[in-house]
């Protein structure tokens, strides 16, 4: 059981370069003709590139690891330290599984979030711009949504709560389904849960991220940020357009 479970890293390549940067440190001796005169007897098996080259690869593992674990480990590129890195990759995880100190859990993977969400919240997330990421995934919903209920003219929090209104639509006019009528209590629950979570997540999420001063989303908190609205986009991408019967 490897450390895969809990860090998005490809386990194999990264013990790869924690033993390749030990071996590139390890102390060969130096040949004579290579020698000078009353200097040291030995030097490091790879050349100060190959070692500077593959630290830096080991250096963002131990970033990635360390920051998943968040326990105040103070790490340093060391010999030491490195081999503590290969045995977190190897065994952290299970070791501190059979100790009880994790809470087995599903895992949300950000790619398998509604498309409308990942597909504009990526470009950003992958440069760690967590607030964009949000942001944008937020402005995609709603102008899906627009298109959708064919309401260019709505802001957002009119918008829901015209969309998904419990009261018949005006002729002409497009209301979104979730289910029908025949149980009325489940379809007054459940276009009143639309209605809520989507003025939340404009008023609650996205309006205080045009504020100067607001504080920046952590990572764990932009991505349970994002499952949200993504929640959100399924509803609305299940929903049946039910259209106002013009007058005849």
Not at 230 to 243: D, H, N
Request: net charge negative; aromatic share 8%; with cysteine.
């Amino acid at each position: 059981m490897l450390a895969a479970r809990i860090v998005d890293v490809d386990t194999e390549w990264a013990i790869e370069q924690c033993r390749e940067w030990l071996r590139l440190q390890e102390r060969v001796p130096i040949p004579d003709d290579e020698r000078e005169p009353h200097g040291p007897k030995t030097r490091a098996r790879g050349t100060k590139e190959e070692r500077n080259r593959v630290g830096n690869r080991v250096r963002l593992v131990a970033d990635t690891v360390w920051e998943k674990w968040n326990n105040g480990y103070r790490w340093t590129l060391e010999a030491g330290d490195v081999r503590s890195l290969i045995f977190e990759l190897e065994e952290g995880y299970e070791v501190r599984e059979r100790l009880g100190l994790l809470s087995p859990g599903p895992a949300l993977a950000a790619d398998t979030l509604h498309p409308w969400v990942w597909d504009a919240a990526r470009p950003h997330w992958e440069s760690d711009n967590h607030d964009a990421a949000v942001w944008a995934a937020a402005i995609n919903v709603n102008t899906q949504l627009k298109a959708k209920a064919e309401r260019p003219d709505l802001g957002e929090t009119k918008l829901v709560q015209e969309v998904f209104g419990t009261s018949p639509p005006e002729p002409g006019k497009v209301r979104l389904r979730l289910c029908d009528e025949s149980n009325p209590d489940l379809f007054k629950d459940r276009h009143i849960g639309a209605i809520m979570l989507g003025q939340g997540l404009f008023s609650g999420v996205r309006n205080p991220l045009n504020h100067v001063g607001a504080d920046d989303l952590t990572e764990q908190e932009a991505l349970e940020t994002l499952a949200a609205w993504s929640l959100f986009a399924r509803w609305v991408t299940q929903a049946e357009v039910v259209r106002g019967e013009e007058p005849s």
